[in-house]
């Protein structure tokens, strides 16, 4: 079926490092959505791409989702301990849109 | 707005026993899902419903029920809890026409000895 892979699964950065996570589908997306779930908390949405070659900017954060719609990746420039959780990406089902086909995340930890 | 919310948020329970967790949302949100998380697995989709009185099975949905009688709350039973059940569950919920993402609750991690 549809899947959705994630790399890396995780990754440690000290302060100040960028850090990228990558989303990679063999079937085209409609669209992906990136969530960050902090430790012990829940999954809270960042941002939906939907158009071929879209980037997007949440501060430090940039979204980019690939021209063939088959990957999308997130790069958070000069981290800080506050980004540190676990990114997911999300791509609607193409079979089923009301359900999402979720990565299995990337963890970041952040060394001060 | 309390979002979505779950209770309880912990639960111990032995092999074989049942229990229900409760997901409540005050969006008035068409759809709602049921997912667990475990470590390496990331979220697996047990049961979503797309409206009042309709549910249907995710990826996992074997040894869980659920019911949406009401809108606004969505259940999930465990009938006959196994080990293999230990984990934290998380309810969702996102809208038919106002926005993609979903909401999450805060979670309810079950233990099952």
């Known amino acids: 079926g549809q899947q959705v892979m994630q790399i890396p699964q995780y990754q440690h950065v000290q302060e100040g490092e960028d850090f990228t996570t990558y989303c990679n589908s063999s079937?085209?997306?409609?669209?992906i959505q990136w969530y960050k779930q902090r430790p012990g908390g829940h999954p809270v949405f960042l941002i939906q791409?939907?158009?071929s070659g879209e980037v997007k900017k949440q501060k430090r954060l940039t979204f980019q989702f690939g021209e063939a719609k088959k990957n999308s990746s997130l790069h958070i420039t000069a981290t800080q301990t506050t980004d540190v959780g676990t990114y997911f990406c999300?791509?609607?089902?193409?079979?089923?849109?009301?359900?999402?086909?979720w990565g299995l995340g990337t963890s970041l930890a952040v060394n001060p | 707005n309390a979002g979505v919310t779950q209770t309880p948020k912990f639960r111990v329970l032995k092999t074989g026993q049942s229990m229900t967790l409760l997901c409540a949302q005050d969006?008035?949100?068409?759809?709602m899902y049921w997912y667990r998380q475990d470590p390496g697995m990331g979220l697996r989709l047990i049961h979503y419903?797309?409206?009042?009185?309709?549910?249907a099975k995710g990826e996992v949905p074997d040894g869980y029920n659920v019911s949406r009688l009401k809108k606004q709350n969505f259940l999930l039973g465990l009938e006959s809890a196994a080990p293999s059940q230990t984990s934290v569950y998380f309810c969702?919920?996102?809208?038919?026409?106002?926005?993609?993402?979903?909401?999450f609750g805060p979670g309810t991690r079950l233990t099952v000895t």
């Open positions: 969702a919920s996102s809208s038919h026409d106002r926005g993609p993402e979903q909401y």
């Open positions: 969006m008035n949100h068409e759809y």
């Open positions: 419903s797309v409206g009042e009185g309709t549910t």
């Open positions: 079937t085209t997306l409609s669209n």
């Open positions: 791409l939907v158009k």
């Open positions: 999300a791509a609607k089902n193409a079979g089923n849109n009301r359900k999402l086909i």
